[in-house]
C-alpha cells in the first residue's frame, strides 16, 4: 500500500521569505501522480500543483514550485515571497494514475505566515 | 480548475435522523465521484469512491449500509448517513474527476453535527 508522510507537522516563515515542505511518499510504481493541496481556515481544499511521475521538469506554478526526486521519493513544496494568504494547512498527496486515481494524503503541514 | 459545489454547507440534526449531502460537478462530467470524512486536525480520510451508474466501492472499515451512496447522474453524488449518532459528526468532503482527468477537485465539504 502506498503512504505519504510530511515529517513537519507545524512550520512558519516571515512574510515574503521562502519556506520548504517536506513530503516523502512509498510506492513501488513506475508511473503515478503527486499533488499538494491547500487547506486554509474554510476548509476548501484548493489544488496547489501537481507533478506527473513521467516528467523530470520540476512542476512550477507562480511562486510554488516542486522539488520531484523520483529516485529518492521526495516531493518538496517550495513556496517563494510567502504571504498572509499562504498560511494554511498543506497536503501532499499520492495517485497511482490509470484505473484508480484514489488519493492518498500524508498527515499535513501547518503553515504559518508571520507578518 | 473544476467548479465542485456541496450542499448543505452545515446541518444539525437529532440522533436517529437521515442526512443526504448533496455534490454536484458544476464544470463536466464526472464519471468518479469520492467520500472523504475528516475529523479536526486530521487529514482526509477516504470513504468510498462513486461511479456512475454502479455501486459505490467502500473503503475497509466503513459500512455501506450506514454511509449510502448514490451517483445517478454524471454531475451528481449523494451521501446519505443514516440513522445519524453523535459520532457521525465530522466534515465531509466530495471531489470529482472528470473523464480522463488525473486530478481530483474538492467540493467546499458538509459540516454534520449530530445532537
Known amino acids: 500500500a502506498q503512504t505519504v508522510t510530511q515529517s513537519q507537522p507545524e512550520m512558519s516563515v516571515q512574510e515574503a521569505e521562502t519556506v520548504t515542505l517536506s513530503c516523502t511518499y512509498d510506492?513501488?510504481?513506475?508511473?503515478?501522480?503527486l499533488f499538494w493541496y491547500k487547506q486554509p481556515p474554510s476548509r476548501q481544499m484548493i489544488l496547489v500543483i501537481r507533478q506527473e511521475a513521467y516528467k523530470q521538469q520540476n512542476a512550477t506554478e507562480n511562486r510554488f514550485s516542486v522539488n520531484f526526486q523520483k529516485a529518492a521519493k521526495s516531493f518538496s513544496l517550495k513556496i517563494s515571497d510567502s504571504q498572509l494568504g499562504d498560511a494554511a494547512m498543506y497536503f501532499c498527496?499520492?495517485?497511482?494514475?490509470?484505473?484508480?486515481?484514489?488519493?492518498?494524503f500524508g498527515k499535513g503541514t501547518k503553515l504559518s505566515v508571520i507578518p | 480548475g473544476a467548479v465542485v459545489s456541496q450542499h448543505p454547507s452545515w446541518v444539525i440534526c437529532k440522533s436517529g435522523t437521515s442526512v443526504k449531502i448533496e455534490c454536484r460537478s458544476l464544470?463536466?462530467?464526472?464519471?468518479?465521484m469520492f467520500w472523504y470524512r475528516q475529523f479536526p486536525k486530521q487529514s482526509l480520510m477516504l470513504m468510498a469512491t462513486?461511479?456512475?451508474?454502479?455501486?459505490?466501492?467502500?473503503e475497509q472499515g466503513v459500512e455501506k449500509d450506514k454511509f449510502l451512496i448514490n451517483h445517478a447522474s454524471l454531475t451528481l453524488s449523494t451521501l446519505t448517513v443514516t440513522s445519524a449518532h453523535p459520532e457521525d459528526s465530522s466534515f465531509y468532503i466530495c471531489?470529482?474527476?472528470?473523464?480522463?482527468?488525473?486530478?481530483?477537485?474538492f467540493g467546499p465539504g458538509t459540516r454534520l453535527l449530530v445532537l
Open positions: 471531489s470529482d474527476r472528470g473523464i480522463g482527468q488525473e486530478t481530483q477537485y
Open positions: 498527496a499520492y495517485s497511482p494514475g490509470a484505473g484508480s486515481y484514489q488519493l492518498t
Open positions: 464544470d463536466f462530467q464526472a464519471t468518479t
Open positions: 510506492t513501488s510504481e513506475s508511473d503515478y501522480y
Open positions: 462513486s461511479n456512475e451508474g454502479s455501486k459505490a466501492t467502500y
